[in-house]
């Protein structure tokens, strides 16, 4: 199953669908925004990226600042998922999902590493 995390508003997400598009590949669309995941989603997100889930914060958003969120904030996984799924507008796009993968689309070239 490929899944992409989608807000076609950012231009890097539609270079991104653009990329799928071009190799053929029929990627479920999660619309994010419009539909809000749940915090269990985004942490399941956060497994399959593995590492650091402040990779999926966008920290220079206006919302992130007015909440006072920074890099250096050290809260444990689970409270990221929770913040993430409460304010959608915060997390970084697109990503893609491939089975127990995933992987953040900046550059949209990276989603080539799982495909």
């Known amino acids: 199953m490929v899944r992409i995390w989608h807000n076609p508003r950012c231009s890097k997400s539609r270079e991104a669908m ?3 598009q071009e190799r053929g590949v029929a990627a479920e669309v999660v619309d ?3 539909q809000p995941p749940s915090p269990a989603g985004v942490e399941a997100l956060l497994a399959k990226l593995g590492g650091d889930p402040r ?3 966008r920290f220079k958003e206006d919302e992130a600042k ?6 250096s904030d050290q809260r444990p996984a689970a409270e990221w998922a929770a913040l993430l799924a409460a304010h959608p507008k915060l997390i970084e796009r697109p990503v893609l999902e491939v089975g ?3 992987v953040i689309g900046r550059p949209a ?3 080539l590493e799982l495909l």
Do not use: N, P, T, W
Request: charged share 25%; proline share 0%; no cysteine.
């Open 66 to 71: 007015a909440l006072g969120l920074s890099a």
């Open 32 to 34: 994010y925004l419009g």
């Open 55 to 57: 990779q999926l914060v």
């Open 100 to 102: 127990d993968r995933a």
């Open 109 to 111: 070239e990276r989603l």
């Open 18 to 20: 653009k990329l799928l």
